[in-house]
């Protein structure tokens, strides 16, 4: 079976400053890597994926995650946030032999403030 | 852009009463699915559907059943509400293409469901 750990609940930073938010997966077969973002009162939103190719993959509004399959990492990284990037963030893992469906993790609340 | 319609976004309803929550996307994808968010848990998968007719329980199918009699369309049914149930409401679709560029689920806006 896979599992999503999402290693922060909450992350507060300051506004321009970096953000790392950290996710480790467990899986036995190859998987494909996603990043959501939730806005309040919202559905979820695609921000990068990784399916094959570099590791290094970049989504919008920014932002960036590296797939480190040796450490069976996907961290999610924005070098300078805004305001508006405050919002919850879900880590998820996709396999083809589970019917294609998506695991998550708990998410991370990114919150900026001024 | 893929369009996934939740047709409720907020509901009230009493204990031991039958819901049906219902969902219905635009890009004729094959898979469907229905996911419950609570604070701290994430999205845990309650069904999933592969195709018209077809259905597979998820990790927390209890107290939940599904149908899928068309292929833009999933229903969630709660066959008795229980206060247990309050949450957020998920619905998603994407199409059969594993290693493709098209390898997306996507999102619905949620349905707001409280049972009282």
């Known amino acids: 079976a896979q599992s999503v750990t999402q290693l922060d609940s909450q992350v507060p930073v300051f506004e321009e400053a970096p953000v790392e938010l950290r996710c480790n997966y467990s899986s036995s077969v190859s998987v494909y890597l996603f990043w959501y973002v939730q806005y309040p009162n919202q559905g979820l939103q695609l921000l990068l994926k990784y399916l094959s190719g570099s590791t290094l993959v970049k989504g919008i509004n920014g932002f960036e995650a590296e797939f480190n399959k040796s450490q069976t990492s996907f961290h999610l990284r924005k070098p300078s946030v805004h305001i508006s990037d405050t919002a919850e963030y879900f880590c998820a893992v996709r396999t083809y032999n589970q019917g294609g469906k998506l695991i998550f993790g708990q998410g991370t609340e990114l919150s900026v403030k001024p | 852009d893929v369009k996934v319609t939740q047709s409720s976004r907020y509901l009230v309803k009493r204990t031991g009463e039958k819901v049906f929550l219902e969902c219905v996307q635009d890009?004729?994808?094959?898979?469907m699915f229905w996911y419950r968010q609570d604070p701290g848990l994430g999205l845990r998968l309650i069904y999933f559907s592969y195709d018209v007719k077809m259905k597979e329980k998820g990790d927390i199918p209890e107290g939940y059943s599904v149908s899928r009699e068309k292929k833009e369309r999933f229903s969630l049914i709660l066959e008795s509400a229980s206060t247990n149930q309050t949450s957020m409401y998920l619905c998603?679709?994407?199409?059969?293409?594993?290693?493709?560029?098209?390898?997306?689920?996507?999102f619905g806006e949620g349905s707001w469901l409280t049972v009282v």
């Open positions: 998603a679709s994407s199409p059969l293409a594993a290693g493709t560029r098209r390898n997306t689920i996507y």
């Open positions: 890009m004729d994808h094959e898979n």
